[in-house]
């Protein structure tokens, strides 16, 4: 099991995250990621760190929880 | 979805030389984590010409040279990454012919590097006209280039900047965001008009007017030195004196080590759509991969071979290349989004999908627009500006094949419903 977390700090709502994994992301009206859920089976690891990847700001982080 | 990281077996070659990626820029440091993350469990040697740690390339003219990042924010690896993810990282270290027959990489330094599986990522570098050796002259490729740059962006100094694109507006932008005199020179009276079609161009290069001294329609014919600065002819015989010149007009592919080898280069690497190169005839040749800058890869939607210059596309590719490495039956078509970003001028300007075609409709809200591209009523592309939610959303749609018309009716409500909100709107 893991968990992704976003740095709002770094978002900047180019939603490619949203694109690849939108049963995790979505982003709101200000253009910032919106965390849909937060616990990363293992079975799924594999697509959110893909998501993950496609931030261009390496935003979001996929880590052991 | 069973647990790859566990349960996949190793490829079968991975006994022997490895994954060799030539390229550690965004799509092939891409390409080898997403190797990793996929289950791939033989060496993986990444080899670079620059000695740089691997970085990435937006940030470079836009808040790496304002300074509001450093060198450090742009790693494309995090720290202690890929040593981690055991990728073996040679930098300074240019290849120059790869011998297929023993499938090698030959490198500059004589080292050769034997494969299993290559994955060219040698991307692109800036083209430089015959002036840009001048002092005072600068394109932007890499973090020297940018630094070299920053140090010339002295508050009240001149510059003129040669060629309209995405990184000549955001060159402006930066170069006024540091005080300095810019003025936007390009040959086009339209410049984005080749990509965005002719009104969404006008529109964007009305909004570049409003914000920098621009020469559009007229091109630069010679740049020379003058008295400590430099001097640019314009094409209508005209002349600009400026301090520094800074040169934004495309690409060279870095494809030189490849000339003598079988893969076949046509405008880029060209490949089939899951990223196999392809030899003169059309056929796969076999365990070589391209992805990013360099790649042309065919692009099943148009029914033709696109090359993209873009970080997504060289991200979504990477993705693929890493699966079909690791499942070579497994290769699935690529389906590019086309999606690109530009920051410049305080605004956030995003595309995807097909944003030529000439049906198009612009819904305005004050600061934030977009235009809606369709072709026989779906929406197949989407220019916003300011306005990420409805870029996703029409993101969304694009690829789901829905019509234009129910993006145009999202957007004229989310457009109501902010001017209802707003007071005195
Ligand atoms: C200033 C700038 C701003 C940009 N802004 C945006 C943006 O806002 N949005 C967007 O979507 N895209 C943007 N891009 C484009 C994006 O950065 C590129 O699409 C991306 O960098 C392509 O990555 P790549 O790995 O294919 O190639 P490159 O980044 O070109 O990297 C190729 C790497 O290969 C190495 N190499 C080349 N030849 C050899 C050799 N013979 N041996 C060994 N190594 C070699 C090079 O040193 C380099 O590190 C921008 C590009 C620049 C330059
Ligand atoms: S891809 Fe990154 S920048 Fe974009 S919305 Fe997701 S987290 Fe934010």
């Given at each position: ?20 994994a939108?049963?995790?992301f979505?982003?709101?009206?200000d ?14 690891r ?20 | ?5 566990a ?15 030539v ?17 791939y ?19 470079l ?14 790693r ?22 790869l011998?297929l027959?023993a ?16 994955v ?13 050796s001048l ?5 932007l ?32 932008s ?22 965005l ?62 000339l ?114 369709a ?7 989407v220019?916003t ?41």
């Amino acid at each position: 099991m893991a968990i992704v977390t976003a740095n709002l700090s770094l978002c900047q709502g180019y939603a490619n995250c949203v694109v690849a994994a939108d049963d995790y992301f979505d982003i709101d009206d200000d253009g910032l990621v919106v965390l849909l859920k937060t616990d990363v089976p293992d079975d799924q690891r594999e697509r959110v760190e893909a998501a993950a990847r496609s931030c261009p700001v390496s935003a979001l982080r996929v880590t052991d929880a | 979805m069973a647990d790859t990281r566990a349960s996949r077996p190793a490829h079968p070659d991975d006994r022997g030389a490895g994954v060799v990626i030539v390229g550690a820029s965004v799509a092939g440091v891409r390409t080898a984590q997403a190797l990793r993350a996929e289950g791939y469990a033989g060496t993986i040697t990444m080899l670079d010409a620059e000695s740089a740690e691997p970085y990435d390339k937006p940030p470079l003219s836009k808040n790496l040279l304002t300074g509001a990042a450093s060198a450090d924010d742009v790693r494309l690896f995090g720290e202690g990454e890929a040593h981690e993810l055991e990728i073996d990282l040679r930098l300074g270290v240019r290849a120059v012919s790869l011998d297929l027959g023993a499938r090698t990489v030959v490198c500059e330094s004589g080292e050769r590097f034997p494969f299993s599986q290559l994955v060219i990522a040698s991307g692109a570098r800036a083209r430089r006209p015959a002036w840009a050796s001048l002092t005072g002259v600068f394109t932007l490729r890499s973090m020297a280039d940018a630094a070299a740059i920053r140090e010339r962006l002295v508050p009240g100094s001149t510059v003129a900047i040669v060629g309209a694109g995405f990184i000549g507006a955001e060159l402006a932008s930066a170069a006024q965001a540091a005080g300095v005199q810019a003025t936007l020179i390009d040959p086009l009276a339209t410049p984005l008009a080749r990509i965005l079609g002719s009104e969404v161009g006008a529109l964007l290069a009305d909004w570049h007017r409003s914000k920098v001294a621009t020469e559009f329609g007229v091109g630069v014919t010679d740049v020379s030195p003058e008295a400590g600065s430099l001097r640019v002819t314009l094409s209508d015989g005209r002349r600009l004196n400026a301090d520094t010149v800074l040169v934004g007009i495309g690409v060279e592919l870095n494809v030189e080590w490849l000339l003598d080898s079988p893969i076949h280069l046509d405008g880029g690497v060209l490949c089939d759509a899951s990223g196999r190169a392809l030899d003169a005839w059309g056929d796969p040749v076999p365990d070589v991969f391209a992805v990013g800058d360099v790649s042309r890869w065919f692009a099943p939607g148009r029914g033709a071979h696109v090359r993209v210059e873009h970080w997504t596309n060289a991200v979504e590719q990477s993705q693929v290349v890493a699966r079909a490495v690791v499942d070579p039956g497994g290769a699935a078509a690529h389906h590019p989004s086309f999606a690109v970003w530009s920051d410049q001028f305080g605004s956030k300007i995003q595309m995807s999908g097909y944003t030529q075609a000439e049906d198009v409709v612009v819904v305005i809200d004050g600061e934030r627009w977009v235009a809606l591209y369709a072709d026989g009523g779906s929406l197949v592309g989407v220019v916003t500006v300011n306005w990420p939610r409805l870029q996703m959303l029409a993101r969304r749609t694009i690829a789901s094949g829905g019509t234009r018309d129910v993006m145009v009716e999202q957007a004229q409500a989310l457009r109501e419903h902010a001017a209802a909100a707003r007071p005195g709107g």
